[in-house]
C-alpha cells in the first residue's frame, strides 16, 4: 500500500511564494548616504588668486598611498570652489584632513514575516508592509504574519564613521574653518564612506558658523537633500 504524500501547508507555499517578492524588495531599495555635517568659520578669503595644499591632521599618515587617494577628493572640491592648488610650502591656506571609522557595534531590530490576511485591502495579493521601530534608529519594513509564528530578531553591526577637516592661513597660523562630518551605516569601508562625507562636508559650504545640517546623498544620482538639525 502506498502511502499518501503529505500535503503541504498554506504557510509553506506563501513561504515560498513570498521569497522571491521579499528579495526583488531588498534588491531594488537603494539607501541614501546621510551624514550630520557641523562646521564653524570666520572670513575665508575669496578664491579669486588664493592657494592651498592638503595636509594629513596625523603627520604620521602624510605622503600615504590611501591618504593621498582620499585628500584627492577634497582638492578637487577646493578646486571647484575656485582655489589653485600648490605646494604646503608656499600655499595661502593649509587644509589639513583626517578620516576614520570605529570598530563598530551590535544593534538588533524585531520584524514580522510572511503574508498577512489574503483578503488585506490596498496591497496586492494579500501583502501589506508592517513597521517595525528599532532602538535608535528608523523604520525598517518586514511583513506582518499571522500564520507563521512569532516575529523574527535579527542582528548587524553599524559603524560610525567620520572626517575631520581644518583650513588655516599658512603665514599667520589663524584657525579660519574648522567642520565635522558623521555617517553611521552597515559599512566599514572607508573607499565608499570617505568620498560620500567629503561630498557632504562640501554640500553648501562653508555654511552658517554653528550650524548642524543632516545632509542624504541620493546613491544612483547623486542629488541632495539637506535638513537643518538646529
Not at 524585531?110 to 528608523?138: E, H, I, L, N
Not at 599667520?172 to 561630498?199: C, I, M, W, Y
Request: hydrophobic share 35%; aromatic share 14%; charged share 20%.
Amino acid at each position: 500500500m502506498t502511502s499518501a504524500r503529505p500535503s503541504r501547508s498554506f504557510g509553506f507555499w506563501a513561504k515560498i511564494l513570498a521569497a522571491p517578492l521579499l528579495v526583488a524588495g531588498v534588491a531594488g531599495c537603494a539607501t541614501p548616504f546621510k551624514a550630520d555635517v557641523s562646521r564653524f568659520q570666520t572670513q575665508l578669503p575669496a578664491p579669486q588668486g588664493k592657494t592651498f595644499a592638503v595636509v594629513a591632521e596625523d603627520p604620521a599618515m602624510q605622503g600615504g598611498l590611501e591618504f593621498e587617494l582620499y585628500a584627492d577628493y577634497v582638492e578637487a572640491e577646493m578646486a571647484q570652489l575656485g582655489y589653485a592648488l600648490a605646494p604646503a610650502e608656499t600655499a595661502d591656506l593649509l587644509v589639513s584632513f583626517d578620516y576614520g571609522v570605529d570598530n563598530g557595534r551590535e544593534r538588533v531590530r524585531t520584524v514580522g514575516t510572511g503574508f498577512a490576511d489574503p483578503w488585506g485591502p490596498w496591497y496586492g495579493p494579500g501583502f501589506y508592509p508592517r513597521r517595525s521601530f528599532y532602538r535608535g534608529g528608523g523604520w525598517g519594513y518586514g511583513w506582518y504574519d499571522p500564520y507563521f509564528g512569532g516575529p523574527e530578531v535579527r542582528s548587524y553591526t553599524i559603524y560610525t564613521s567620520g572626517i575631520d577637516m581644518k583650513i588655516e592661513n599658512r603665514a599667520t597660523g589663524e584657525r579660519l574653518f574648522e567642520g565635522k562630518a558623521e555617517a553611521v551605516s552597515t559599512s566599514n569601508r572607508l573607499q565608499h564612506l570617505v568620498p560620500n562625507l567629503v561630498d557632504a562636508m562640501f554640500t553648501d559650504f562653508p555654511g552658517n558658523s554653528g550650524e548642524t545640517l543632516r545632509i542624504s546623498i541620493a546613491p544612483d544620482d547623486g542629488d541632495k537633500t539637506v535638513k537643518r538639525l538646529n
